[in-house]
């Protein structure tokens, strides 16, 4: 008895894994670079009406919520992407960087709508320049040093940190030495030191 065997061909069909990656880098690419340009004409200007309705016109406002938003949305990213770094030999530490991550760019994200405004070249960020000087006057000034507040108090908090591990390393070495000098038995006194 003789068995035919259907040979057996894979055909692929089909594009290859890589071409079907390329076009879809290619593809998020072109959304992100539309999305851009939007957001780019778009943000600016809605960004300075709402900090131009918070400051309501008022230069002690505009200075009073540009120093809370540059500290606060300068030290917490940062403090957030530090966290990146000390959980990284940790278990499972991708899903935690990676929420640390967004965490920071999205408390980031006023300071660098206001960037945008100060930097930017495009009609809605001299529009929102305009309506910072009109209606949150030292808005943008105030920001920057909010933000080298919160620089500082970052690097504070990195300097006190350090002191905390390496006072408790020396601690633990002391406690280690302190150990070996003890006596060995309870009944046991020790010998006085000469």
Request: charged share 15%; with cysteine; net charge positive.
């Amino acid at each position: 008895m003789t068995t035919q065997q259907a040979p057996s061909a894979t055909t692929t069909s089909g594009m290859p894994p890589w071409a079907k990656k390329a076009i879809m880098i290619g593809v998020a690419a072109v959304v992100l670079v539309i999305t851009y340009f939007i957001l780019a004409a778009y943000l600016p200007r809605w960004w300075s009406q709402r900090i131009a309705s918070l400051a309501d016109g008022s230069f002690s406002g505009g200075i009073a919520w540009g120093v809370m938003f540059g500290l606060v949305c300068t030290l917490v990213p940062l403090l957030f992407f530090r966290a990146i770094w000390q959980v990284r030999k940790r278990k499972h530490a991708r899903p935690m960087q990676i929420g640390a991550l967004v965490l920071g760019v999205i408390f980031a994200l006023p300071n660098l709508l206001t960037l945008s405004i100060v930097l930017g070249n495009s009609n809605a960020a001299h529009a929102g320049e305009r309506v910072l000087d009109v209606d949150g006057p030292g808005f943008r000034g105030a920001s920057v040093l909010g933000a080298i507040i919160g620089v500082a108090l970052f690097v504070g908090i990195v300097f006190l940190g350090y002191r905390y591990k390496k006072r408790g390393k020396e601690i633990d070495k002391m406690r280690g030495d302190l150990k070996q000098h003890e006596p060995q038995s309870k009944g046991e006194a020790p010998a006085p030191e000469m």
